[in-house]
C-alpha cells in the first residue's frame, strides 16, 4: 500500500512518529508538506504556497498511489482534487474548531473515510467518523529520576516547576491564562512556583523536562488529543488541565490530575498537585496508547477506503 501524506508542516513530532510507525508495518508512505513557512503570531504561508503545493499534490497523485492522507483539514481540498483516489482526511483539532472549521468540515463530508483526535470532535463533527488519536512514544517519554532531570536543566530542587508546554504567541493556548493560574496558586502555596514556557525544545529533550517538573499546566481553548498530554502521562506527571478535547477522557482515572474549567478550578488543582508533590499513574493510562495503536488504526483506514472508493 502506497499513502500520499500531506501536511501542513511535516516538522510536526507527532505526524513524523506516525509515519515512522505505518512504514514500520510495511506501509510506504510519501509527504508532501505545504512550502513556506509558519509562525504563530508571526508568519502565516501565502495562498501561493497552497497553490504550488496544490500542483506537487496532483502531480504525486498522478503516479503509484493507493490513498490520498490529508493530515489537517487545510490540506483537505489538495486531497480531495486528486482524481480517482480514496481521500482520508484527518482532523487534528485547530482546523474543526478555528477559523478553517466551515472548510474542514465541507471537505469531511466530501472525503471516503475521515479521521478525528476524540469523542468530543466526533460530536462536534456531527459526521461518520472514525476517532484516532495520535500515539506516544512511550519508549522515549517514560519516568526518570526527577532529581537528575532537574540537574540536567539547571532547576532549583527547592521550588516547584509547572511546565506549559507550547509557545505564549499561541493565542489559542491562553498561556496568560496559564500565567495567572500559576500566580494565584503562589499565595497558597509555601514556596513560589516556576512556569517555564517550553517552546522550541528538541522532542529528544522534552522527558527530561516533563520527568523535573511538578505538573503539567494545559490552559487552551480547544483541542483535539494534545499530545503534551499524553506524554506527561507517559512520564507520570501530574497534569491540570481545560476540559478540552480527549483530556477529560485521559485523566479521568489519573491521579494527581485534575481537570477544571474556571481559573479558581484550575488554581485549587494545581495548589492540590503541588501540595501532594506525588508522581501520577498516568503511565498505565496510557499503555495501550502507543505509535503502533495509531498505525494499526489507521491502516484499517486506509484499507477500508480503498474498498470503498
Known amino acids: 500500500m502506497r499513502v500520499l501524506n500531506l501536511v501542513p ?12 510507525a505505518l512504514r514500520e508495518r510495511g506501509v510506504d508512505c510519501v509527504t508532501l508538506a505545504v ?9 502565516s504561508r501565502s495562498p501561493l504556497d497552497y ?11 498522478a503516479g503509484d498511489v493507493d490513498v490520498v492522507h490529508a493530515n489537517q483539514g487545510v490540506v ?6 486528486a482524481p480517482k483516489l480514496p481521500t482520508v482526511v484527518s482532523l487534528w483539532g485547530t482546523d474543526l474548531y478555528g477559523p478553517l472549521g466551515a472548510v474542514s468540515r465541507a471537505c469531511a463530508r466530501a472525503a471516503t473515510a475521515v479521521v478525528v483526535m476524540s469523542d468530543a470532535m466526533a460530536d462536534e463533527l456531527d459526521a461518520d467518523c472514525r476517532v484516532v488519536p495520535h500515539g506516544v512514544d512511550t519508549e522515549r517519554f ?18 516547584s516547576h509547572v511546565v506549559y508546554p507550547y509557545s505564549p504567541e499561541r493565542t489559542v493556548k491562553n498561556f496568560p491564562r496559564a500565567r495567572r493560574v500559576v500566580d494565584a496558586a503562589t499565595a497558597e502555596l509555601e514556596d513560589r512556583p516556576v512556569i517555564h514556557a517550553v517552546t522550541g525544545v528538541p522532542h529528544a529533550e522534552m522527558p527530561t523536562y516533563l520527568n523535573a517538573a511538578d505538573a503539567l499546566l494545559l ?3 480547544h483541542e483535539g488529543s494534545p499530545n503534551a498530554v499524553k506524554e506527561a502521562l507517559a ?11 480527549d483530556v477529560p477522557e485521559r485523566l479521568d482515572s489519573v491521579g494527581p490530575s485534575a481537570v477544571a474549567a474556571t481559573d479558581a478550578g484550575l488554581v485549587d488543582a494545581l495548589v492540590d498537585v503541588l501540595s501532594r508533590g506525588d508522581r501520577s499513574n498516568g503511565r498505565q493510562c496510557v499503555a495501550g496508547l502507543d505509535r503502533d495503536w ?11 477506503a480503498i474498498a470503498d472508493a
Do not use: I, K, M
Request: proline share 7%.
Open 76 to 81: 483537505a481540498p489538495a486531497a480531495l482534487l
Open 9 to 20: 508542516s511535516a516538522d510536526s513530532t507527532a505526524f513524523r512518529g506516525q509515519v515512522r
Open 142 to 159: 517514560r519516568p526518570r529520576d526527577r532529581r537528575a532531570a532537574r540537574d540536567a536543566l539547571g532547576w532549583s530542587d527547592d521550588r
Open 51 to 61: 497553490l504550488v503545493h496544490l500542483g506537487r499534490t496532483l502531480r504525486a497523485a
Open 35 to 43: 512550502p513556506g513557512t509558519h509562525v504563530p503570531g508571526e508568519r
Open 235 to 245: 512520564c507520570n506527571l501530574p497534569v491540570v488541565a481545560t476540559p478540552v478535547g
Open 294 to 304: 495509531t498505525a494499526r488504526q489507521l491502516e484499517d483506514v486506509y484499507r477500508s
Open 219 to 221: 490552559t487552551s481553548e
